[in-house]
């Protein structure tokens, strides 16, 4: 069997491009479509057409595309041009660029007309990628120019719509049969959901970052998970590739979803439903009220007590050390590095009884319970050892909104362009995606005890990015302020 025969190219294609009035689907509106038809390989038809979509056009999307409230004021609704685009599209495969974007506009729209649609989609972005790794850009400009690719009217559906029929035959005539065949598969991917799930699940799911719950039988809270693109994951989940997968698979009822600018949000959001909503299949978080950590004695000066990370202020957690499942565990780490470094057991607190230590009898302790070594110097000696431990101080100046821009806003016109995490003293208080909602958590309470998931989501974070961009809300209360 041939490569043409084992990995078929698809036949029939319709090369899509919408403009639109924003990036949702759920809030924004179409307002113009072009579509490019190819049957057996062969161009069969051209067709555009500006739509009204019932509400303003922002002026920045003006800008971006030309196109005005006036061209679109007499323009037909989409319901009046529904039963042609869905002519033009069904049996074919939906190609764009950022294909789930056009996808979804077109399918919430056919939605709200009560019109079934569904059809495999093939991303141009993910093709380009697989294509040619060695490139870091595959947005629709820099495809363009490294394949010699113009058009006639960019930022114009069908304009657009054209350039990527274009780039469709040059690969045809350029590449290998095989190496395009298998990119073009693998971008499709056909995915096996649970039986008891909506076939056209899967065209619902966004390809960004985000976190997303599974729910069961009753609506009861089966599982919570994140990931950069919540449409890979959630499928592969779905796919139930192992066997504790396939059981959580099974029982799958209902999915709902967050989508965020990017990682950050995804792991904070997770972090929450896990510790607020205790999703029955996910391994359980350390409990912040059954968290310890190491710190000096408030009674004993030379000696390190376990204490309950609850009962810490956040001012002081400089001075605390590790973040420990319980107290036993905080002893034991104490104890093992009491062993390692040859400190004194009696004088930390974890030995009683008179005389000299046992470490001392059998050579482990330098003497400090015999005044051998000098307690200054085995102070010193306990605060380097546990100076890795050390848990960090706060680096801002007090409650802020930490700005996370989505990465993809150049290839991905669907993608969030920034959200504002709300953090004070590492408690994390939500995400705002609006003036309103910034107002709310400026002055939203801390509340108690110490998050020890959401220090450790953001020092892992701070340490990754250490250009952050954030807004200090004791000053500035604009959702659009940007720091200097």
Known sequence: MGAAEALPLPTNLVFVDLETTGGNAAYHRITEIGIVCIENGELVDEWSSLVNPDCPIPAYIETITGISNEMVAEAPRFADVAGVVLRKLQGAVFVAHNARFDYSFLRG??????????????????????????????????VMERHGLSCS???????????????????????????????VQSVLGAHKLPAHLPP??????????????????GDALLYAGKSHSLRT???????????????????VRRIDWVETAGELGAMLLEAEWIKTQKPLHNQRRIDKERSF??????????????????????????????????????????????????????????????????????????????AEEPLILHKMRLQLALS?????????????????????????????????????????LGTARS?????????????????????????????????????????TPSFTAEQP
């Not at 056209?200 to 039988?217: M, W």
């Not at 192992?242 to 059981?247: L, N, Y």
């Not at 821009?405 to 995490?421: K, N, T, V």
Request: net charge positive; hydrophobic share 40%.
């Open 233 to 251: 994951r959630v499928l592969a989940q779905l796919a139930g590739g192992e066997s504790r997968e396939q059981k959580l698979a099974k029982q």
């Open 293 to 370: 950590t190491l710190r000096s004695s408030v009674v004993h000066a030379d000696r390190i007590e376990a204490v309950a990370i609850a009962e810490v202020a956040p001012e002081e957690l400089a001075q605390s050390f590790g973040i420990f499942h319980s107290e036993n565990d905080a002893r034991k780490a104490l104890m093992d590095i009491a062993r390692a470094q040859q400190l004194c057991l009696k004088i930390l607190g974890l030995e009683e009884g008179a005389g000299s230590c046992f470490a001392y009898q059998v050579g482990k302790c330098r003497g400090a319970c015999r």
């Open 200 to 217: 056209d699940f899967a065209d619902d799911l966004p390809e960004g970052p985000g976190a997303y719950r599974l729910f069961g039988e």
């Open 109 to 142: 729209e056919f939605q709200r007309l009560a019109v079934p649609f569904s059809a495999q989609v093939l991303c141009t972005v993910k093709l380009s990628r697989r294509l040619f790794p060695e490139h870091v850009r595959h947005n629709l400009d820099a």
């Open 435 to 475: 003036d309103e909602e910034l107002a709310a958590l400026r002055s939203k309470p801390v509340g108690s005890g110490f998050d020890a998931d959401m220090y450790r989501i953001l020092v892992r974070y701070f340490s990754n990015h250490p250009k952050l961009d954030w807004v200090d809300l004791r000053e």
């Open 153 to 183: 009217a960019r930022h114009r559906a069908l304009g657009d719509a054209q350039v990527l029929r274009d780039f469709w035959f040059k690969m045809r005539r350029e590449l290998p049969l095989l190496k395009l065949s298998a990119a």
């Open 388 to 428: 890795s431990l050390k848990l960090k101080s706060w680096p801002f100046p007090g409650r802020i909104a930490l700005r996370e821009r989505d990465p993809r806003s150049g290839e991905f016109r669907g993608a969030r362009s920034a959200d504002l995490h709300v953090i004070d003293h590492w408690t994390y």
